[in-house]
C-alpha cells in the first residue's frame, strides 16, 4: 500500500468551480474520511483520486510517483461504489475475478484469490449466486471483494453504507473497521454521515463548498473544532453555537453569559463573537448557572434531551445523562465548566 | 343479487372481446384450413366443396416457384435482419455518446420508421430509377459506375436493392431497442469495469453487451417475423419481377390466391406460411420469457 499527495489541485465543471487549492497527505496505510454536506465535493474529489475526473491544475502523486496523467486503470486504485456496481450476469466469484481475468492471470491463480477474499469476506456459500439474489449486505461484501481481490494500492469507498439499513450499517461499519486494521490498507472512504467518519477515520477530511475545511483526527476535530462550521458539523446533536456582544470595560475583552459567568475573549477583534457550547457538556443545576426554558423533551433511554429557549439563544439543546424528569415548560439552569466553551471570531474561525 | 363467481364475472367481461375475435379472426381461419382442402376457385362458386384432401399441400411442396420464393424470402430475411441489427446497434452505440446535436440526431434517426412503407417504397423506386435516378447520379459522378443501370429491372439487383431499401426504413427500430437499452446501463459499471482495467473492447464485451444482448434479441425475432412476411414494399417496388426475382412467400400467396384465384390451393400455400411465421412467433416468445427471467 501507497499514501497519497494532493498539492494545490482545482477542478472547474466548464467555468463552475468545484474542487478549491486542496492540499492533502494521506500516508500509506491510513483510512481518511472525507465528509461534509452533500455537494461540498468530496465525492469528486474521490473521482480526481480515481482518475474517473481530471484534474484542472494542481499535482496528484500516488507514493512517489506523479499520477494526474495517469489513466484510470493504470493507477491501481481500486473503489467501491455507492450503488457497488456489481456486474449483474456474472456470479460473486466472476465479479470478484474480473479484475483479475482481465489482468490475464492464470485461471488457477484466479481461482485461488477469489477463495481467499471470499473467505476473508466470509462470501465461500455465495460464490455461485448473482447479485439480483444477494441482500444489500451480501452486495456490500462482494463489491469490497472484488476492490481487493487484486491488491491495490489504495481503496476508495464512496458512501458504501449509505444503501444500507441501520442495523447492517453498524454491523458493516465494524467488519470495514476490523478489514482496514487486517490488510493495513491505505482507504479513502466518502461519506456525508459524520458518525461514520467519527468511528472510522484514523483522520478526517471536512470539506465545504470544494475547500477543505479541517483536517484532523476525530477527537482533534471534535475537541478544538477550527471553525463554526466544524463545530456544528462534528458532534450530534450538534453544538449549540450563537453570538455574544463583547465586553471592553475591563481592558481584556469578555462575554458576560450570566451575572456570574464571564468569558474571556482573548484576540477577538469587532464587537462579537461566536461562542459553542457542546449539548453533552450542559449539567443541570438547580440554582444559577445558564437559565432558560425547556420548550421541548426528548426521551431516548441511555440520556435525555433537553430543547430549551434563553436570553443568550433560542433553540439550545442540552444532552443529560439517563432519564431526567425535566418537563416542558420549567425553568432550567445548566452549569458548563469553562474550558468546555469554543470560542469564535466573528469571521466564524477559532479563537 | 345474486353472487357471481370471479370466474363468472371473468367470462361476462371476456365475452364480448371474444365474439368480435371468433368473428374476424377464428371464422376466416376456419374457412382458410377448409378451403385448403378443396378446389376452390374465385370466378367457379361451385368448387368450393370440391374435396380434394392434400392435393394442394402435396402440390405447393413439389411446386418450384413457390420453393424459389421461400429461396428469396430468406435471402432477404438474413440480408436485410441482420444488416439492420449492426446497423442499428452501431447507430445506438453513437447516439448513446455525448455530443453536441445529439437529441437532433436521435429525432432524424426516427423519420424512416415513421414514413409509410409505401412512401418508402416510391421513393427507393425514384432513388433506384433507371433514367433520373439519385443512385444512378451519384455512383456516375464519384467514378464507380460507368453507365446508368436499371437496378430494379436486372433480376440479380433487384432483391438486394429491396432489401435495402428495406433496411433504411427498419434499422431506426433496432437502433431505438437498443439505445434505450443502452440507457439502462448505469455509469457506475463502466466506471467500475474502467478501474477494473477493462479496455474499451472489454467494456463493450463485458457490460455493454450483456445489458443489450436481450432486446437485441427480441427486436432481432421481431423484424425477422415482419421480413417473413414482407409484401407491400415489394408490391410497390417490383410486384415481385423481374423474372419472379423479388417474390417472396406472402406475394405468392397474394398472386395465387387473387391474381389467378386459385383461392384452394393459396389457402395451403398462406397456410404453411403461417406454419413457418408461428416457429418464428415460438422463438420469439422463448426470448421474451428468458428475458423476463433474467430481469
Redesign the interface.
Given at each position: 500500500m501507497t499514501g497519497l499527495t494532493l498539492k494545490q489541485v482545482n477542478k472547474k465543471f466548464g467555468e463552475f468551480p468545484v474542487i478549491h487549492e486542496v492540499d492533502l497527505s494521506i500516508d500509506s496505510g491510513e483510512l481518511v474520511v472525507f465528509v461534509g454536506p452533500s455537494g461540498c465535493g468530496k465525492s469528486t474529489l474521490l473521482r480526481l483520486i480515481?482518475?474517473?475526473e481530471d484534474i484542472t491544475s494542481g499535482e496528484f502523486w500516488i507514493g512517489g510517483q506523479r499520477a494526474d496523467q495517469l489513466l484510470?486503470?493504470a493507477r491501481n486504485?481500486?473503489?467501491v461504489?455507492?450503488?457497488y456496481?456489481l456486474?449483474?450476469?456474472m456470479t460473486v466469484a466472476e465479479n470478484i475475478g474480473?479484475?483479475l481475468k482481465?489482468?490475464k492471470l492464470p485461471r488457477a491463480r484466479i481461482a485461488e484469490k477469489v477463495a481467499a477474499v471470499g473467505e476473508s469476506l466470509r462470501l465461500g456459500a455465495l460464490f455461485d449466486r448473482k447479485p439480483g439474489q444477494l441482500s444489500g449486505g451480501q452486495r456490500q461484501r462482494v463489491a469490497i471483494g472484488?476492490a481487493l481481490a487484486?491488491d491495490p494500492k489504495v481503496l476508495l469507498l464512496d458512501e458504501p453504507l449509505s444503501n444500507l439499513d441501520a442495523a447492517l450499517r453498524l454491523e458493516m461499519r465494524m467488519e470495514l473497521s476490523r478489514l482496514h486494521k487486517q490488510l493495513a490498507a491505505t482507504m479513502v472512504y466518502v461519506t456525508h454521515d459524520q458518525v461514520e467518519a467519527m468511528t472510522l477515520a484514523d483522520r478526517i477530511v471536512i470539506m465545504r463548498e470544494g475547500k477543505v475545511e479541517q483536517v484532523g483526527t476525530p477527537l482533534e476535530l471534535y475537541s478544538r473544532p477550527a471553525n463554526v462550521f466544524v463545530a456544528e458539523f462534528i458532534g450530534s446533536p450538534k453544538m449549540n453555537v450563537f453570538s455574544a456582544d463583547l465586553d471592553r470595560s475591563g481592558g481584556n475583552p469578555v462575554i458576560r453569559l450570566s451575572e456570574q459567568t464571564a468569558l474571556s475573549a482573548e484576540g477577538a477583534a469587532g464587537s462579537r463573537v461566536f461562542a459553542g457550547i457542546r449539548p453533552e457538556h450542559m449539567t443541570p443545576v438547580d440554582d444559577g448557572g445558564l437559565r432558560g426554558v425547556v420548550t421541548a423533551v426528548e426521551h431516548l433511554g441511555a440520556d435525555t434531551l433537553v430543547h430549551f429557549d434563553s436570553a443568550f439563544m433560542e433553540g439550545g439543546i442540552a444532552r443529560i445523562n439517563g432519564i431526567s424528569g425535566v418537563r416542558t415548560g420549567e425553568n432550567i439552569g445548566f452549569q458548563v465548566a469553562a474550558e468546555q466553551y469554543h470560542l469564535f471570531s466573528e469571521n466564524g474561525n477559532r479563537l | 343479487m345474486t353472487q357471481m363467481s370471479k370466474t363468472t364475472v371473468a367470462w361476462y367481461l371476456l365475452a364480448p372481446m371474444m365474439i368480435i375475435i371468433v368473428g374476424v379472426a377464428g371464422y376466416p381461419l376456419i374457412k382458410t384450413v377448409y378451403f385448403s382442402f378443396t378446389a376452390a376457385h374465385l370466378v367457379s362458386p361451385d368448387t368450393s366443396d370440391q374435396w380434394v384432401g392434400l392435393t394442394n399441400f402435396l402440390k405447393a411442396l413439389g411446386n418450384a416457384k413457390f420453393r424459389s420464393s421461400i429461396g428469396n424470402t430468406v435471402y432477404f430475411v438474413v440480408f436485410s435482419v441482420s444488416a439492420e441489427i449492426l446497423l442499428g446497434v452501431l447507430v445506438a452505440l453513437l447516439l448513446n455518446q455525448e455530443f453536441h446535436g445529439r437529441t437532433l440526431l436521435r429525432a432524424l434517426v426516427i423519420l424512416p420508421l415513421a414514413l409509410p412503407t409505401v412512401v418508402n417504397a416510391m421513393m427507393w423506386r425514384l432513388i433506384y430509377g433507371p433514367d433520373f435516378g439519385a443512385l444512378n447520379a451519384l455512383l456516375t459522378q464519384v467514378g464507380l459506375l460507368a453507365e446508368y443501370r436499371s437496378w430494379l429491372g436486372d433480376p440479380s439487383s433487384a432483391l438486394t436493392m429491396v432489401a435495402l431499401a428495406d433496411i433504411w426504413k427498419n434499422f431506426p427500430l433496432v437502433a431505438l431497442i437498443t439505445l434505450a437499452a443502452l440507457q439502462t446501463i448505469?455509469r457506475?459499471?463502466l466506471?467500475?469495469?474502467?478501474?477494473?482495467?477493462?479496455?474499451a473492447w472489454?467494456r463493450f464485451w463485458?457490460?455493454v453487451f450483456?445489458?443489450i444482448v436481450a432486446p437485441v434479441s427480441v427486436a432481432l425475432v421481431l423484424r425477422t417475423i415482419e421480413a417473413f412476411k414482407v409484401f407491400d414494399i415489394i408490391y410497390v417496388m417490383t410486384r415481385g419481377g423481374p423474372a419472379s426475382s423479388t417474390k417472396t412467400v406472402s406475394f405468392h400467396v397474394y398472386q395465387e390466391a387473387f391474381a389467378y384465384m386459385r383461392v384452394g390451393s393459396g389457402a395451403s400455400y398462406a397456410l404453411i406460411v403461417v406454419l413457418i411465421s408461428a416457429a418464428l412467433i415460438a422463438v420469439y416468445l422463448k426470448l421474451l420469457q428468458r428475458q423476463g427471467e433474467?430481469a
Open positions: 480515481a482518475g474517473l484510470a486503470a486504485i481500486a473503489m461504489f455507492q450503488s456496481a456486474y449483474p450476469h474480473f479484475p482481465l489482468a472484488r487484486r | 448505469s457506475d459499471h466506471e467500475a469495469a474502467l478501474l477494473d482495467g477493462a479496455n472489454q463485458h457490460v450483456p445489458a433474467t
